[in-house]
C-alpha cells in the first residue's frame, strides 16, 4: 500500500513539474510534432480512401481536423512510461570475424544482473528480436539497422533478476520471416556440425551459440518453427512454450496470434530452468497473456525417470508429407521405443487437420505481418499493454525509406499479404483464425488420451545453404517443406519442444514432443527421459 502512494506521489511531482514547463513555454514558439495537413493533403487523402469531396468540403473537412490534430500534440507532449532498465552495462562491440567465425553473433556484451539466483553464473545471448537497452538491434534487417532500444524487454530484466549474465545479441533472420539460416542481413549463419548447411531459422544465432558452447543458454523467437527448427539442425534443445506463459513485451512482432519467446539451451533441464526465470504475468503489459497465468518449478520433476502411467502418442500425419526422409522416421520411431522401458504406453494417434497448419500461419503471417510489420511496426493495433513507440517508428521509417533493401521473403510476405488484403478484405485472415480454433479443439480432444505427441521436428537433414548466386525461386525450393509439422502449434498455441534424435550424414535430426496446454511440466520430463535413454546418440554423432 505504501509503495503504491508513493508512486501516485511520485506521478504527482513529475505531472507538476510537465505543467510548470507548459506554462513557462506556452507563450514561446514550439515546432508542432504532429502538423496540420495542407489542401492538398487531404484531398490526397480523401482519393486514397475512395471518397470524392468538393473544393468547398476538402476546407471543412480540413478545418474540422484541426482538433484531431491538437490532441494527437498534446498526447506527444506527455511523457509515456516504458520498460524498467535495472541494471548499468556498457554498449558492446559488433564482433569481428575471428571472434564469429559462424556469425552467430550480432552484438558481443557483458551486462551482469544480480549476483545470486537460479541462473547464477549461466551465460545467454538474445535473439536480435528482442530489445536490450543501448544495445544496437537490427532484427536481423538492414532496414532497421541503427535502432538503439531506450528499454529491456521483460525477458531480459528477468534473466537479470535471475543471475544470468547476457553476453550479447545473436542473429537471426530478416525480420524473422525465414525458417533457414540464409537470410539475414549480416549473411548466412553457419551449421556447427558442417558449415556447408544450414542451421535452421530464424533463432539461428542463438542455436549455433548454445551448440558452439559460447554460451550456456539463449531466447529464441518463434512464429512458424522458429525456436525448433534451428534446435533441430544444431542438435540442442528448444522450446517453444505454451502461448502466453512466456511475456513477448519488448520484442519485435511478425503477427500478435502467433508470436512466442522461448529457452533454448544443450539441455532439457537448462531449458526448464531457463523457463523458470522468464514464465510468468507481466502485469498486463502483454495481451497474449491470461491473467492467471502461473509459473512451476519446471526442473523440479526432472529428477524421476519414472513415466509410468504416461501415455506417447505418434502422430501419422507427422511422418508422412511430401518430403518426409524415410530415414529421419526411422530414426524418431527407434528413438520412441526406447522410452518404454520407462513403463510408459505408446499409441498411435491422428489428426488429418494438422497438415493445414502451414497453411493458416501462411494466411494468418501474410495479412496480419501487413499491418503489424509494415505499417504499424513492432506491435500492431487494436491492443491493450505495452507498445515500443520508439522500434514501431523505426521499422516502419526503415521500411517506407528502405524497402529494396528486405530480404526476398519479407518482400514475398509483403507483396502477397498486401494483395489478399486488398483483393479479399483481410477475409482468409480471419477465416484462418476461425480454423485455428477447430484444429486447436481437434489436438485437444487427443490429448484426452495421450500426455505427449511426438514427431520429427523436420521432415528431412538439414539442407546445403544455397551459393551466392542463387535466383530467388532456388532459395524458397531450399527452404520448402522444412517447417510442416512446427507451424500447427504456432496457431494451436500448444507448447512444443524439439531434442536431439540423433545424427544422419553427421548432422543432427530433431524429435518435437508436444504437450497440453500449460502443461509444460509434464511436457519437459517426457522429454527429459528421452534425452537421457538417448544419450548414446548424443555422444556418438554417428550417420
Not at 73 to 81: F, S
Not at 224 to 251: D, E, M, N, Q
Amino acid at each position: 500500500m505504501l509503495n503504491s502512494i508513493k508512486k501516485i506521489e511520485e506521478k504527482g511531482r513529475i505531472m507538476n513539474k510537465y505543467d510548470s514547463f507548459l506554462n513557462i513555454s506556452g507563450d514561446l514558439y514550439s515546432s508542432p510534432s504532429v502538423r496540420m495537413p495542407d489542401i492538398k493533403k487531404v484531398e490526397e487523402l480523401s482519393r486514397r480512401i475512395g471518397i470524392n469531396l468538393s473544393d468547398e468540403e476538402v476546407k471543412e473537412y480540413r478545418e474540422l481536423m484541426k482538433t484531431f490534430v491538437e490532441s494527437f500534440n498534446a498526447v506527444e507532449n506527455i511523457p509515456e512510461p516504458t520498460l524498467p532498465v535495472k541494471y548499468p552495462r556498457l554498449p558492446g562491440y559488433r564482433p569481428p570475424v575471428e571472434e564469429n567465425p559462424l556469425n552467430a553473433w550480432y552484438w558481443k556484451t557483458n551486462i551482469e544482473g544480480v549476483s545470486e539466483g537460479i541462473l547464477k553464473g549461466k551465460s545467454v545471448a538474445i535473439k536480435d528480436n528482442v530489445a536490450v537497452y543501448g544495445v544496437p538491434m537490427m532484427g536481423g534487417s538492414w532496414v532497421l539497422e541503427g535502432y538503439i532500444p531506450e528499454f529491456d524487454a521483460t525477458v531480459v530484466t528477468r534473466i537479470l533478476d535471475a543471475g544470468g549474465v547476457i553476453k550479447g545479441k545473436s542473429i537471426c533472420e530478416d525480420f524473422c520471416c525465414f525458417g533457414m539460416s540464409f537470410n539475414g542481413a549480416r549473411g548466412p549463419v553457419l551449421n556447427p556440425y558442417n558449415n556447408t548447411h544450414d542451421a535452421g531459422g530464424s533463432s539461428s544465432g542463438s542455436a549455433v551459440l548454445v551448440a558452439n558452447g559460447e554460451v550456456d543458454m539463449a531466447i529464441g523467437g518463434d512464429q512458424g518453427g522458429s525456436i525448433r527448427l534451428p534446435a533441430s539442425c544444431c542438435g540442442i534443445v528448444g522450446l517453444k512454450p505454451t502461448y502466453g506463459l512466456v511475456p513477448y513485451t519488448g520484442a519485435q512482432s511478425v503477427e500478435l496470434t502467433i508470436d512466442h519467446l522461448g529457452p533454448m539451451a544443450k539441455t532439457v533441464y537448462d531449458c526448464a530452468l531457463l523457463l523458470e526465470a522468464i514464465a510468468g504475468y507481466d502485469n498486463g503489459l502483454d495481451p497474449r497473456q491470461p491473467a492467471n497465468v502461473s509459473v512451476e518449478k519446471y526442473t523440479e520433476e526432472l529428477a524421476s525417470s519414472d513415466l509410468t502411467g504416461f501415455t506417447i502418442g505418434i502422430l501419422k500425419e507427422g511422418f508422412e508429407h511430401r518430403d518426409s526422409d524415410p530415414r529421419v522416421n526411422e530414426l524418431i520411431l527407434q528413438c520412441i521405443s526406447k522410452v518404454k522401458v520407462a513403463h510408459t504406453e505408446i499409441k498411435d494417434v491422428s489428426v488429418p487437420m494438422h497438415t493445414y497448419g502451414v497453411d493458416l500461419v501462411s494466411c494468418i503471417a501474410c495479412v496480419g505481418g501487413v499491418d503489424t510489420i509494415f505499417r504499424g511496426g513492432s506491435n500492431g493495433s487494436g491492443r491493450k499493454g505495452f507498445y515500443s513507440t520508439s522500434m514501431r517508428d523505426a521499422v516502419v521509417r526503415g521500411v517506407q525509406s528502405q524497402p529494396n533493401e528486405l530480404s526476398p521473403s519479407v518482400k514475398l510476405k509483403w507483396m502477397v499479404g498486401e494483395y489478399m488484403k486488398h483483393e479479399y478484405r483481410g477475409k482468409y485472415y480471419g477465416k484462418a483464425q476461425n480454423l485455428a480454433r477447430l484444429l486447436t479443439a481437434e489436438f485437444d480432444k487427443v490429448f484426452q488420451d495421450v500426455d505427449v505427441i511426438v514427431m520429427p521436428t523436420i521432415p528431412f537433414p538439414p539442407k546445403k545453404i544455397p551459393k551466392k548466386d542463387a535466383s530467388i525461386s532456388d532459395l524458397f525450393k531450399t527452404a520448402s517443406g522444412n517447417n510442416v509439422n512446427t507451424r500447427t502449434f504456432n496457431v494451436t498455441g500448444h507448447p512444443a519442444i524439439s531434442i536431439n534424435a540423433g545424427f544422419i550424414d553427421d548432422l543432427p535430426i530433431g524429435m518435437m514432443l508436444v504437450g497440453k496446454m500449460f502443461d509444460e511440466k509434464k511436457l519437459l520430463k517426457v522429454a527429459h527421459v528421452f534425452e537421457k535413454l538417448n544419450s548414446t546418440h548424443f555422444n556418438s554423432h554417428q550417420g
